[in-house]
């Protein structure tokens, strides 16, 4: 596996289940990234994960739950989804050097969810 | 809040002619900017990245940068029809290492045969 890579590549639940999605990044990146992108919007920023440590967390709500075990992996854990919560998922990496403020982000091929 | 502009287009070329795409942003402290493509259905993928004024020469590809007028664009020479897809304009808050992306909605870039 080359980049950075999600699965599942299409997910479809219904507002009661409980589900995952999984990021891996083969980069030997330590900066890790979900975003939220729906039609007609920019992409939304939602977790910044940098040494394994949550950093920023932009107003989302709690029924979105990530989780950063070590460096190269990342997980977004759903449950009691809205269906206004259907869009395309997308996971970044990139660098995080203290000091440095030119870190290229890398994405992966994103998740498209449909809550039912 | 930060906030970063782009046309939504579509623009549309001719298959060889150049394609001009611009973006201004918001925050003056903003110190690196990137442009990504995005095909329809697929995630965005890095095409530049610029961090100075002025111009930035990538193949078919040229950034130019102009931090006074809070302006970056976007030049593709030689347009193809592969190229039609959304460009995404990125830009760089100050963080602590990692980076903390605020993205325009996009410009939807139609080259035509």
């Known amino acids: ?116 | 809040q930060k906030e970063v502009e782009q046309n939504s287009g579509p623009l549309s070329v001719p298959e060889g002619a150049i394609a001009s795409l611009n973006c201004t942003y918001s925050d003056r402290v903003s110190q690196s900017f990137f442009w990504y493509r995005q095909y329809s259905g697929k995630s965005p993928e890095l095409i530049m990245s610029i961090y100075s004024n002025g111009d930035k020469e990538d193949g078919r590809f040229t950034a130019q940068l102009n931090k006074a007028s809070q302006y970056v664009s976007l030049l593709i020479r030689d347009s193809q029809p592969s190229d039609s897809a959304t460009y995404l304009c990125a830009v760089n808050g100050v963080g602590s290492g990692y980076s903390t992306l605020t993205f325009g909605k996009g410009t939807m870039l139609l080259v035509s045969p």
Do not use: I
């Open chain 1, 1 to 116: 596996e080359t980049g950075v890579t999600q699965t599942p590549r299409h997910l479809v639940m219904g507002m009661t289940n409980k589900k995952s999605l999984k990021c891996e990044q083969h980069l030997g990146h330590n900066a890790m990234y979900w975003y939220k992108q729906s039609a007609k919007k920019p992409l939304e920023l939602m977790f910044v994960y940098s040494l394994e440590e949550r950093v920023e967390n932009n107003s989302v709500p709690s029924r979105f739950s990530p989780e950063c075990p070590n460096s190269s992996h990342l997980f977004l854990h759903l449950h009691t989804l809205q269906p206004e919560d259907s869009a395309l998922y997308l996971c970044a990496s990139s660098h995080s050097l203290p000091g440095q403020l030119y870190n290229e982000q890398f994405f992966g091929p994103g998740t498209r969810l449909t809550v039912l």
